[in-house]
């Protein structure tokens, strides 16, 4: 395959966009990234969304989506693996262009979640877990998490509080993002008497809801090189592995074994390690799954995330930057956009446009994208060259 | 892209399959599909799929189906454009082996449709229409497809008998297929008097619903060519084109855009002429469809699409024997699978393997899979060589 980079990127903020349709929001997106790109048209166009079937009652959105900005006839589809959706319209977007099979694709997520009543939301949510071993009986995404993070404090002795930093950092970070859905910090008071919602997760624990949309445009790495004053940000590497979708089928509920597997393939494809990532896109629906992705990737002991996290090693300054934009904690999580969104963060970052937001000095980003409990785990590791 | 082919196929009875789970049938599929190539793994797993999220309450199907047949870990993924959803994942199984990014990869496609109420079922199919002009008033796929039919009837004159012939031809030759959901013939007189759906539309111009997965694997032509007794099924053509998903804002809603671009995309590939198809997977959803496909892909001139039919030119013994395994309209169309039926039936015929239902002297077939009332379509070629 060709080397491949981002050429432009687009996102709309993170909201309760009531007066937009998916479609129009899915647009919005693209039309920035056209603008940024200096581009009036693409070959192809990959959607990563999750729930629109059920909440839009509208599937078929690679067409629609087409049509919508104009180029209507292009090749398009729609790519799913739920939370994971969006990093999948990169992967799948890297893949034609590094194929040859087109010169410039559009891959763009999206998703809608607040149109709908939270209980439709989260039933929705929940097809991305087991329906035959984990939905049928009733649990949700947060009680899922719930039960690994209450296993996980039993197995390495962690207590709640521990977990803290992970949502400070990224309230903190969100507060400098203005398409962040949330732009306030929070204190450990505020984290410590956050409402319950499965114990031991709370509020500060979880990520919200959001209706978003977040796009980049992928073109041969040659294409860009030649160009004066256009930044080269090259995908270096790009996997992805899968685990079962019931988490008590896993030989440890407590180990991301497809996140190792495709932080791993990434490393191997950028030629790097752990060492080299300036900064982490991280995927932390809740804190607990920070915790694990730290882990599985390399930049932690096994039961030892929230160290790094209380050493203070996530912030800008730190070691290991986390969710340098607010993360899905305070950006927001609009499931099937989620990974675009962190796409076009390390995008900010490596070209030094993330503002109030910029970490110093950063070369090599890593973004990795969460479906279900860790059933399916993408890795993108970006280069600024 | 380097070429690629087809080195094994499985598919499963379209029916009622109430006793088994849409894992399990595409698990069967898979397996077949994996004997059939003596292969033990495969190293990633593309998923067509439309409905499973709204009616199996179960989405993220690629990391699910890929633990199901014992390849836990593996890249894998669900591909989306309604009911074209199954061509997609061939498509998507030759960019990744035709790119190079892995060696071997497995298309499954599968739907669910039985287990849940024909309203439940209807409304769900109703996702692959625009939301907001059509499918918010109300208006079904068959209704539809019954205004196109209406249309086309009055602009070009053609009675409704005049279509008998595209639903006589495909029960004929469902009548050989042991996996054909319906496996009677049919007359004319059954024709005509068939129970009206959607006026002009009756029983018998529509397809049937139904429970099924049919698999293919691909991997490198090279990789075959030099294996004795192994028939090299080469991917000559595959295309994908897309039209806007609300008829009315088409410049012709008696034209499928996107089966003409996407046709002659493959033809150029395969470096053929219509001429030279010896049979065409047609996706005759509606009697209509196989009419306007017929045109868009260059058959038959505009509105002469019944024209093949009524001389007898879509029989196994005709100029462009249609359907040869019974079409969507008698095999079945259980949504996302179809485009990997129709994979399936080509291969069938082009190895000589169709039983009672193969035709003589075949070495080139053309599948075509139609998404929506034509939003996308995907025409795949395949060669015997």
């Known amino acids: 395959m060709r080397e491949v980079a981002i050429l432009g990127i687009g ?18 997106a693209v039309f920035k990234a056209l603008e940024d790109a200096e581009l009036k048209r693409v070959e192809a166009l990959y959607v990563g969304n999750m729930m629109a079937g059920q909440l839009d009652k509208q599937s078929h959105l690679g067409a629609l989506i087409s049509d919508w900005v104009g180029f209507r006839g292009i090749e398009a589809m729609t790519v799913e693996a739920a939370c994971a959706s969006g990093a999948l319209a990169l992967r799948t977007a890297m893949v034609a262009v590094g194929s040859g099979l087109v010169s410039s694709a559009l891959a763009v997520g999206v998703e809608k979640m607040t149109d709908t009543s939270p209980r439709e ?66 204190t450990k008071e505020i984290y410590k008497k956050a409402a319950m919602i499965a114990d031991p997760i709370n509020l500060m ?63 191997r494809q950028a030629d790097i390690t752990p060492n080299d990532i300036d900064f982490f896109e991280i995927h932390d629906a ?11 990737c390399g930049f932690a002991e096994r039961g030892q995330g929230p160290r790094l996290a209380l050493d203070g090693e996530i912030g800008p300054e730190g070691k290991v930057p986390l969710a340098t934009m607010g993360g899905l904690k305070a950006r927001g999580h609009p499931v099937g956009a989620t990974g675009m969104y962190q796409i076009v963060e390390t995008v900010l970052q490596l070209r030094g446009e993330a503002g109030p937001a910029q970490i110093d ?10 479906g279900g409990s860790g059933a399916t785990i993408i890795t993108h590791i970006l280069k600024a060259e």
């Open 286 to 296: 809740f804190s607990i799954m920070a915790a694990l992705s730290l882990e599985a």
């Open 361 to 370: 000095d950063v070369s090599i980003g890593m973004a990795q994208n969460i």
């Open 121 to 186: 939301t989260t039933a929705a949510l929940a097809t991305a877990a087991s329906a035959d071993w984990e939905s049928i009986h009733g649990v949700t995404f947060v009680g899922l998490n719930a039960l690994i993070m209450r296993r996980y404090m039993y197995e390495y002795g962690w207590k709640h509080e521990d977990f803290a930093q992970f949502s400070i950092n990224a309230h903190a970070n969100g507060a400098k993002n203005p398409n962040a859905r949330f732009q306030s910090p929070i």
């Open 11 to 28: 996102q709309v903020p993170v909201g309760e966009h009531w007066n937009k349709r998916l479609v129009e929001l899915a647009g919005d």
């Open 205 to 267: 624990d979880a990520s919200p809801m959001g209706d978003g949309a977040a796009a980049a445009i992928v073109v041969p790495a040659d294409l860009i090189k030649g160009q004066k004053g256009k930044p080269v940000i090259r995908i270096a590497g790009s996997a992805v592995a899968t685990d079962s979708l019931a988490v008590h089928d896993r030989h440890d509920p407590l180990w991301l074994a497809a996140a190792e597997k495709s932080a791993n393939e990434a490393y």
